[in-house]
């Protein structure tokens, strides 16, 4: 299973919030560049870097960001946030992003999405699917949508992604467990998918469990900035 270390960035900085309500913004550290060597020292090689401020305004707001975190590591960088129209994917792209997380549009604007999964394939783009109640939750988890996840699921495998990141908001930053419930049952209704489990990891125990199950990968972040996980002992233990 791939360990992808996540960094999310408010303003330039690396924070991580709670259950994604903005008001709970913790600063872990005012470079994430700094982070992301870090990191890449141990022998992480992927990152999940996230742009909260896009996300909650609908456009990219932190593409310097990117770019520095890319040019100055050669980690496969995941980016997510604010990807809403041509423009933003373009400058995703161009600042380094290895592939792009699209959720919100999904829902929003599926045509503009479809074509970018013929544009640019599903080794480039990822299908974001937070989730409340199983319902699929968009605009920086401020607004649940009438989309249940599996056939949210059903219709993107259809139109040919292959890699999906899931994310129990109920979960998200709480280090108390990841819905492995949720992902039994979307490994079960679609194993063809590549499942990325993300929210909710608190202890190592937990990644091993995603592990059992059957996940492609697992997006961590809470749990290292407050050290209740060494990356070391990851690096060791699970394929990255």
């Known amino acids: 299973m ?22 709970t913004e913790k600063v872990y550290n005012e470079d994430p560049l700094l982070v992301a060597k870090e990191f890449e020292k141990i022998g992480i090689t992927r990152l999940h870097l996230v742009d909260l401020e896009g996300a909650k305004s ?3 707001c932190n593409a310097a960001v990117l770019k520095r975190v890319a040019e100055g590591t050669n980690l496969k960088i995941d980016f997510g946030g604010g990807v809403k129209s041509d423009a933003d994917i373009e400058l ?23 074509r970018w999964l013929d544009q640019y394939g599903p080794e480039k783009i990822i299908l974001g699917a937070d989730v409340r109640n199983e319902m699929i939750s968009i605009s920086g988890w401020k607004k649940d949508s009438d ?27 709480m280090l108390q467990g990841p819905a492995i419930d949720l992902y039994r049952g979307i490994i079960k209704e679609f194993p063809n998918l590549e499942l990325v489990a993300s929210g909710g990891v608190g202890e190592i125990d937990d990644v091993r469990i995603l592990n059992e199950i059957g996940c492609w990968g697992v997006i961590i972040g809470k749990a290292i900035y407050e050290k209740r996980i060494e990356v070391k002992e990851l690096v060791q233990e699970f394929i990255l």
């Open 147 to 173: 989309y249940h996840l599996y056939r949210f699921l059903e219709k993107y495998q259809a139109k040919g992604i292959k890699r999906i990141i899931c994310t129990d908001i109920s979960k998200d930053g």
């Open 92 to 114: 995703a792209f161009q600042s380094g992003a290895t592939q792009v997380t699209g959720g919100s549009v999904a829902v929003s604007n599926p045509e503009l999405f479809e």
């Open 2 to 23: 791939k360990i992808i270390p996540a960094i999310d960035t408010i303003q330039g900085r690396c924070v991580r919030l709670t259950k994604g309500d903005y008001n």
């Open 58 to 60: 609908g456009h990219i």
